[in-house]
């Protein structure tokens, strides 16, 4: 089977959406993302032509160009076609989180070896975004400033975590509310898991310093290249663009949650979208910061999420949330709300200003409809065409921990021999019923708990 989609369908140009229906959708332009630096970024040309190459990888987020980064590596002709440029998914929108640890091991039990193989490697590869930075001199603001989960009461979950992880060689400690004082600067919360490990990184520098990492390779990388076709070409495939296409033996769509799929419309019925906001502020005097989060650790809340929270190196406070119902296109609403929950919970920040510098959506696409269970998922699409997808909320970890598996695998000739079980795509039931889940009850629900501190 191969299948052709109208260009209009799935590679449109953003500015035929109404703005509110972009900021829904989490397709803004990627300029309005907090997170690309103020000199340009590099453009990575269209491609042109016919090319043959060993294996084409769709989508330039933070799985895609770790695929062709570990595949180039390792001597594999790759290209990679993005739509817009690189980075400009979910990948260059997202909170700037480096979660090292798992939240629930539960849906591994599904497979094979109950997913030994996922946890060990999950856990030998835990710094992995610390260590490409640094291997390929990635200027991504990374940092290993650890993870701070805190709790207005007592959590047997954070206690249970703790014991685990620790029993795992990890360097994480339960600790009670003194501890968190000192480490942030509010009373309201009364226990902490800190995780010495994780960090945060700036998402955006990260994916786009892997994808100049592959070119330096050896792989090509091209932007503004939409993907409209994948279609049998003998024992290859080809991919087509609107200006080009590459013949290969193999193919991976890391199209993610993007309308992109629309050439195996069957991708885009796998998951279940939910779209959230970021928001960085402009940089912020050190005293303030320190009013906040003097250990310049990356902040938590458990057990709703509400503002996890990094500050970056410019010095700004950089969250993300679940945007209200039909407002995701509403900056100052949630704006309002985040300085709102800072002065009521970091009485040191007084009625300094804070001011928003910018503000964004992006679509996270999760695999499942329970928050924990969302795992990432690898399909076999077609014989020669795979799909690294559906990362959820972990991307920044996830996604080159599972590009370099991958591209491990693939080297060997052996798919089913990554770390993810290969599996048929299935046809998720209901697939809104997440986000009316999180976005209409759960969230509002946890934000009027917060605020009259029932949590
Ligand atoms: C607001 C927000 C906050 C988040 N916070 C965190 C966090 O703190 N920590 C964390 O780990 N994760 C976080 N995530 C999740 C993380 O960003 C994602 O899991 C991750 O970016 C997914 O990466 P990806 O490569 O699968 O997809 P994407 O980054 O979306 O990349 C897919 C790419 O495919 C391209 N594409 C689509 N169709 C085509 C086509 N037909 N042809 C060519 N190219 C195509 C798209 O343009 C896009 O660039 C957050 C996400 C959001 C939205």
Redesign the pocket.
């Known amino acids: 089977m191969s299948a052709v989609i109208d260009r209009q369908a ?2 449109g140009p953003v500015p035929q959406y109404p703005i509110a229906q972009a900021y829904e959708a ?1 397709v803004v332009p990627i300029r309005f993302s907090g997170w690309p630096a103020a000199q340009p970024a590099p453009v990575y040309a269209a491609l042109e032509g016919e090319r043959d190459t060993d294996v084409v990888v ?8 770790s695929l062709t980064l570990h595949l180039a590596e390792r001597g594999v002709r790759t290209v990679l ?4 440029q ?14 090292p640890y798992l939240s629930s091991f539960e849906p591994l039990r599904a497979h094979r070896d109950e997913g030994r193989r996922f946890i060990e490697t999950f856990t030998e590869q835990r710094n992995i975004v610390f260590e490409l930075s640094r291997k390929h001199g990635l200027a991504a603001d990374v940092e290993a400033c650890g993870l701070l989960e805190v709790a207005r009461r007592p959590q047997a979950a954070l206690e249970r975590q703790a014991r685990l992880w620790k029993g795992m060689g990890y360097d994480v400690e339960l600790v009670g509310g003194a501890r968190v004082q000192e480490m942030l600067g509010t009373t309201l919360y009364i226990q902490g898991l800190h995780w010495r490990e994780g960090g945060r990184v700036n ?1 955006y520098l990260f ?1 786009q310093g892997m994808a100049a990492s592959a070119v330096r390779a050896g792989a090509s990388v091209y932007g503004n ?4 076709a994948c279609e049998r070409d003998g024992s290859r495939w080809r991919v087509r ?1 609107a200006t080009g296409s590459v013949r290969a033996a193999r193919v991976v769509l ?10 195996f419309p069957e991708l885009a019925r796998t998951q279940f979208p939910l ?4 928001m960085a502020t402009r940089p912020l005097p050190a005293a303030v910061l320190d009013a906040i989060n003097p250990a310049r650790v990356t902040l938590m809340q458990y057990p709703a999420g509400l503002y ?1 929270l990094v500050i970056d190196g410019r010095g700004r406070l950089i969250t ?1 949330t679940i945007p209200r119902h039909r407002q995701a296109q509403c900056a100052e609403v949630h704006f309002a709300d985040f300085v709102r929950y800072l002065r009521r919970t970091y009485p040191g920040v007084g009625d300094a200003p804070i001011e928003l510098e910018s503000y ?6 999760n695999s499942s409809s329970a928050y924990d269970a969302a795992y ?1 998922k690898l399909y076999q699409v077609e014989q020669g065409v795979l799909a ?12 080159p921990l599972l590009g370099m598996d991958l591209a491990r695998a693939l080297v060997a000739d052996r798919p089913d021999d990554a770390i993810l079980p290969l599996e048929q795509p299935q046809s998720v039931r209901l697939p809104g019923r997440f986000e009316t889940k999180i976005r209409r009850v759960l969230i509002p629900a946890a934000r009027l708990a917060d605020r009259l501190d029932l949590v």
């Open positions: 799935v590679c989490g769709v989508g330039a987020g933070l799985a895609g160009t076609l993005e739509a817009d690189p980075a400009s998914g979910a990948s260059g929108r997202n909170a700037g989180h480096v979660q998402p994916t290249s939409c993907v409209l663009t890391c199209t993610s949650g993007h309308a992109g799929n629309g050439f779209v959230a906001c970021g996890p993300a964004w959506t992006g679509m996270t696409a990432p690294l997808m559906n990362l959820g909320s972990w991307g920044n970890l996830m996604g």
